[in-house]
């Protein structure tokens, strides 16, 4: 260990707001064993790459993250860990200077793989089978100061034909209500304003403990010191009425929910084996503009998945476009080796799905504009997160970007704001003295 004291490291994430609250809790454990973190593009001692495997691009993105550090630091110790080293390390360990693959159970005890760091002539791997993988390591993001994103769940026991998540990162798990408690309350004993629960399935949490999901927001907006607790994401099929209704009357919990739709074609949804149908989604939504009508409703939706034709496209398009949400994250069908039992041959050209893409993109923006259009001349409390180009950016309890003329001295506050304007995904305001 004393071999590391004063070496400097620095940290590359790819993929979810999930890793990045793991790649925080792993640079803590460095820093306080001794060494010191610097930004990813200063020279380094040791890089860890912490990977996703969502898609290929992904993947893609690994290897030029690994060239590009060693054409900047050559000598540079070079630790790949994550998804895609749990699911294809014989493929990491053959980019050329990568010194060791780490899976997602190995990533956390990364000190115990550094007794120096020597250049490997051949990358050492460290990883056990998803099976094996029965432990909850909490974690949550630091650095910064207005949100943090608390993991309160980690694996999946669905089996989405799409999706590599079950094979990365092993069976759903969770800790207790009262640890995961325990580490909020910490959390708000530092200066920030908002939690984001985050993990892979967050309704699925306690389904080993006995406790539930309902149970753990109960707890947490009894905590003190903390202005805001936002859901990530969440499956439509464990989003239930007394959750949204709890939001409702909640003073932390705010009105925002992200919910994977997926496809708006029940044919499409029964291929990919995903647990709910159009009509149950379409329920949720109904349900939570009910009661929170100001909510802001994001959805993912995928194109291209394999024998999705072009009237299934048409039916995904137009439920959506009868859906009161907010936006859309779009995402493109990507084959994985990983998976089996989905016909990748059924997929259709790339430049088919490219269109498909951009006119949900396009449909995804008239969502925004249409939600914010109803806004314009009220006044809402805004956490102002950034300084900008002479703005200062922050965001709505309902998931509004706000722009305001530069006062650095309100970051990491809320203040009430009159929304004016447009300016493309943000909405222009003023501060109310």
Request: charged share 25%.
């Amino acid at each position: 260990m004393s071999n590391l004291i004063n070496k400097k490291v620095a940290f590359y994430t790819l993929g979810c707001k999930l890793n990045f609250s793991e790649t925080s809790t792993i640079a803590r454990n460095l820093v306080n064993n001794g060494l010191s973190k610097v930004d990813f593009s200063d020279n380094a001692d040791l890089y860890v790459i912490n990977t996703c495997a969502v898609t290929r691009e992904a993947e893609k993105k690994c290897r030029k993250v690994v060239r590009r550090i060693l054409r900047r630091s050559p000598d540079a110790f070079v630790a790949v860990i994550g998804c895609y080293s749990q699911l294809n390390p014989i493929e990491i360990a053959n980019i050329s200077g990568v010194d060791i693959v780490l899976g997602n159970s190995e990533k956390f005890n990364i000190l115990d793989y550094l007794n120096n760091l020597d250049k490997n002539a051949k990358a050492q791997i460290y990883s056990c089978d998803t099976l094996e993988m029965k432990s909850f390591i909490p974690s949550f993001s630091k650095g910064e100061r207005t949100r943090t994103f608390l993991k309160i769940q980690d694996g999946c026991d669905y089996n989405c034909s799409y999706c590599t998540i079950p094979k990365a990162r092993g069976q759903s798990r969770s800790d207790s209500i009262q640890n995961t408690v325990r580490l909020a309350q910490e959390i708000a004993k530092t200066d920030v304003k908002e939690i984001v629960l985050t993990g892979v399935n967050i309704g699925d949490f306690g389904r080993r403990t006995g406790e539930t999901f309902f149970d753990l927001i109960q707890r947490l907006d009894n905590i003190e010191g903390i202005e805001r607790i936002r859901i990530s994401s969440i499956e439509p099929n464990l989003l239930t009425n007394e959750i949204i209704d709890f939001v409702q009357c909640s003073e932390k919990f705010v009105s925002h929910f992200h919910i994977p739709l997926q496809s708006g074609s029940n044919k499409i949804l029964k291929l990919m084996h995903r647990r709910y149908s159009r009509e149950m989604f379409s329920n949720r939504v109904e349900k939570i503009k009910s009661v929170l009508p100001d909510c802001c409703i994001g959805v993912d939706v995928m194109v291209g998945f394999p024998g999705e034709t072009e009237e299934e496209f048409t039916e995904t398009y137009n439920f959506i476009n009868n859906l009161d949400i907010s936006y859309l994250h779009v995402f493109t069908y990507s084959e994985r080796k990983y998976i089996k039992g989905v016909d990748d041959d059924a997929r259709d050209p790339v430049k088919t799905c490219s269109q498909r893409s951009k006119i949900l993109h396009s449909l995804s923006e008239e969502k925004r504009k249409e939600f914010n259009n109803q806004f314009l001349g009220k006044i809402v409390p805004v956490l102002f997160e950034n300084h900008q180009n002479g703005w200062l950016t922050g965001l709505t309890e309902n998931y509004i970007r706000t722009l305001v003329p530069a006062h650095t001295s309100l970051i990491n506050s809320i203040f009430e704001v009159k929304l004016i304007d447009h300016n493309g995904k943000y909405l222009k305001g003023e501060l109310i003295n």
